[in-house]
T-cell receptor, first 113, second 115 residues
Framework: EAGVAQSPRYKIIEKRQSVAFWCNPI?????LYWYQQILGQGPKLLIQ????????DSQLPKDRFSAERLKGVDSTLKIQPAKLEDSAVYLCASSSQGADEQYFGPGTRLTVT | AQSVTQPDIHITVSEGASLELRCNYSYGATPYLFWYVQSPGQGLQLLLKYFSGDTLVQGIKGFEAEFKRSQSSFNLRKPSVHWSDAAEYFC?????????????FGTGTKLQVIP
């Protein structure tokens, strides 16, 4: 069974630029999560999808972050414009349903200069 | 609102010694409880989970955890630590919140293993 795929693995951008991350969850998983993990901290949930609907985006900075999950499969997370404090690893995870274990992708390490 | 506390930021143990990592949660009912491990440069991997039933759960790599309702705790244990266990460990809680399953991670405990 293929795992959660993410791309790119690394990205370096200047502040005020935009960036997009892509995630392909495990086939058949209804729930998809995006997390932000700042160095030395635990994963912080940014947004949770159930199929293609959003169930929790309470911690998503909506003035600069956006996410979508078209057709309930792949998802993209966008930051526009980026700030220095957005430097972090962005993790995508999926689960068959909300209460199940999550399977994590390798993450995208974003550096904003 | 639910919350998870991992009071130990960093723990150092000798190889072969026993290990206990603490996790406390705050939630009105019994949530679903998880422990994940993140090795350097790796993604997070599930060690074990508690949904219901037996309060002592076994996981991979020789880890176990005990759910104690009276203490709102879900501590992770291993009787004999191996050098390869050096990693960061995260406790997570999933609980019903407004009709969906809300997940909250703790801040993590970094484990260092010395020879």
């Amino acid at each position: 069974e293929a795992g959660v795929a993410q791309s790119p693995r690394y990205k370096i951008i200047e502040k005020r630029q935009s960036v997009a991350f892509w995630c392909n969850p495990i086939s058949g998983h209804a729930t998809l999560y995006w997390y932000q993990q700042i160095l030395g901290q635990g994963p912080k949930l940014l947004i949770q999808f159930q199929n293609n609907g959003v169930v929790d985006d309470s911690q998503l900075p909506k003035d600069r972050f956006s996410a979508e999950r078209l057709k309930g499969v792949d998802s993209t997370l966008k930051i526009q414009p980026a700030k220095l404090e957005d430097s972090a690893v962005y993790l995508c995870a999926s689960s068959s349903q909300g209460a199940d274990e999550q399977y994590f992708g390798p993450g995208t390490r974003l550096t904003v200069t | 609102a639910q919350s998870v506390t991992q009071p130990d930021i960093h723990i150092t143990v000798s190889e072969g010694a026993s290990l206990e990592l603490r996790c406390n949660y705050s939630y009105g009912a019994t949530p679903y409880l998880f422990w994940y491990v993140q090795s350097p440069g790796q993604g997070l991997q599930l060690l074990l989970k508690y949904f219901s039933g037996d309060t002592l759960v076994q996981g991979i790599k020789g880890f176990e955890a005990e759910f104690k309702r009276s203490q709102s705790s879900f501590n992770l244990r291993k009787p004999s630590v191996h050098w390869s266990d050096a990693a960061e460990y995260f406790c997570a809680v999933v609980a019903n919140s407004g009709g969906y399953q809300k997940v909250t991670f703790g801040t993590g405990t970094k484990l260092q293993v010395i020879p």
